[in-house]
């Protein structure tokens, strides 16, 4: 019969092949169907570890079928030429499942690191976890694929000890490059593990002195009191003394300097400046009753009694109101009082 069609010898073996090969593309194509299935059954499901095996295995397996259709279709019917007959060997074979195995856990380690690795970054209110995450997704694939590489390598017999000594050099060379980027890196890590500060809170550093807006892999952005971004690399920041104002709460102690002429009395000067900071206390929303005001006489100057008056703002960033609010209610009230406030001056007697 095959005769009469005219379906004999290589005609024959070439349709049997592109029937394997269609077969094979018709069985991928239901492996797709199924796999969407799957994954809307695992959609409705608690749990996170289908849909990680879903995604792991369903593209590969479906490329996977593809490949060994068209395989077994062109050596099984013997129309592989010879100049492909290279095909055959079995190297080829183990290289391909190796290829395919680094797929599948590359894309199921990936998928974990993303689920449970963005889940538990979402709990913190620095954006370093995130990342460390974005860091992780991107080494883990880096890692397998080169291990993968090496393995099919190794499959042909290709010595790979010159790529593993020139890949050595090549990360000796490029660890001293990136020297500050790694400081930094590792110093961003401790920041989020240490926590010194966090997103919101005002520092200062050295000179330094504002809120801050971000914590990156690199750097720390700091925006001060004048609306201008201070970057600051992670290294600095774990190597430098940190005042953090927000820490371990908001109220902060100012200290206003108060001086008077000599032949004040100390202790009216004590009891009006007490009187002052308990009538800002009451009059403004800036400062707070605990704890109280306090003032201290601290010092005979070359032209003046020094005083001190510590009071406790409510929050870190009002200092310039309360000063504002305390100085202008002692200037009102020593002119009532008659107390004067001295400025530096010098007698000069001459002799005839």
């Not at 009469?4 to 090969?21: M, T, W």
């Not at 109220?251 to 001086?259: A, E, H, N, S, V």
Request: net charge negative.
């Amino acid at each position: 019969m095959y005769m009469d069609l005219g379906l004999s010898g290589p005609v024959l073996n070439y349709i049997l092949a592109a029937f394997v090969i269609l077969l094979g593309i018709v069985l991928a194509y239901l492996a797709r169907i199924f796999v969407r299935w799957l994954e809307s059954k695992a959609g409705t499901t608690d749990t996170n570890w289908d849909d990680i095996l879903i995604a792991a295995i369903g593209t590969p397996v479906q490329f996977t079928i593809i490949v060994l259709a068209v395989y077994y279709g062109v050596t099984l019917f013997g129309i592989l030429p010879d100049s492909m007959a290279w095909v055959l060997s079995p190297s080829y074979i183990t290289a391909f499942y190796v290829l395919i195995s680094a797929w599948i856990l590359s894309t199921f380690l990936h998928s974990i690191i993303h689920i449970y690795g963005r889940a538990i970054a979402e709990r913190s209110e620095s954006d370093m976890d995130d990342r460390l995450v974005d860091l992780l997704e991107l080494v883990i694939r880096y890692v397998i694929w080169f291990a993968a590489v090496m393995a099919i390598l190794k499959v042909f017999s290709i010595d790979i000890t010159p790529l593993l000594a020139g890949a050595g050099i090549a990360g000796i060379a490029i660890a001293l490059a990136a020297q500050d980027f790694i400081s930094n890196f590792f110093g961003g890590a401790i920041i989020t593990v240490d926590k010194p500060f966090k997103v919101g809170d005002r520092i200062k550093v050295e000179d330094y002195y504002g809120d801050v807006i971000s914590v990156g892999t690199r750097s720390t952005r700091i925006k001060t009191l004048e609306y201008q971004i201070v970057t600051i690399p992670n290294n600095k920041l774990t190597s430098n003394i940190i005042i953090n104002y927000s820490e371990p709460d908001q109220k902060l102690r100012i200290t206003l300097p108060i001086t008077v002429a000599y032949g004040t009395d100390p202790l009216r000067v004590k009891k009006i400046l007490l009187e002052i900071a308990r009538d800002a206390t009451m009059g403004t929303e800036f400062l707070l009753e605990d704890p109280a005001p306090t003032v201290f006489f601290m010092e005979f100057a070359d032209s003046s009694l020094n005083f001190i008056l510590h009071v406790w703002a409510r929050k870190y960033n009002i200092s310039e109101q309360v000063r504002d609010a305390i100085n202008c209610r002692i200037a009102e009230r020593f002119v009532k009082e008659g107390i004067e406030i001295p400025f530096p001056q010098m007698d000069v007697h001459m002799k005839k």
